[in-house]
């Protein structure tokens, strides 16, 4: 009796045949010609996030961050904000500062993507008058 079977592409060099003949049940082993490995590349393109921070003062005291942030290829993971070099548990967009005329802010974010890469932004402003000063 002979066994027949196609066989797929494989990486192993032998496959083993089974059939069921009448009552009877058979197999055999054979060796897969022009058997081989190949290796196997995948391109990936990583993009790394993007993060960019404006401020702007709206009020007399009172200033905005504006913060953008995203992931190409992914999401972002975490954010580390900083404002005067003191970290800000923050996960807004709009950060509010509040000083007097002349106090300076300096923010400062760094944020990491699920693929590990990082990108920083920063931006600072100095809190002026703001408006006209009524002398009556």
Request: with cysteine; proline share 4%.
């Amino acid at each position: 009796m002979k066994l027949e079977d196609y066989i797929f592409p494989t990486v192993h060099s032998s496959v083993t045949i089974n059939r069921l003949v009448g009552n009877e049940f058979l197999n055999c082993t054979a060796k897969v010609p022009f058997s081989h490995v190949q290796p196997i590349t995948k391109e990936v393109c990583d993009y790394t996030p993007y993060v960019n921070v404006s401020a702007r003062q709206y009020s007399e005291g009172e200033a905005v961050f504006e913060i953008s942030a995203n992931d190409k290829d992914g999401h972002i993971q975490s954010r580390d904000v900083r404002i005067n070099g003191a970290s800000v548990s923050s996960h807004s967009d709009s950060i509010q500062v509040y000083g007097a005329v002349g106090e300076t802010f300096y923010l400062t974010i760094t944020v990491t993507d699920n693929d590990g890469y990082s990108s920083s932004s920063s931006a600072g402003i100095t809190i002026k008058r703001f408006g006209s000063i009524n002398p009556l």
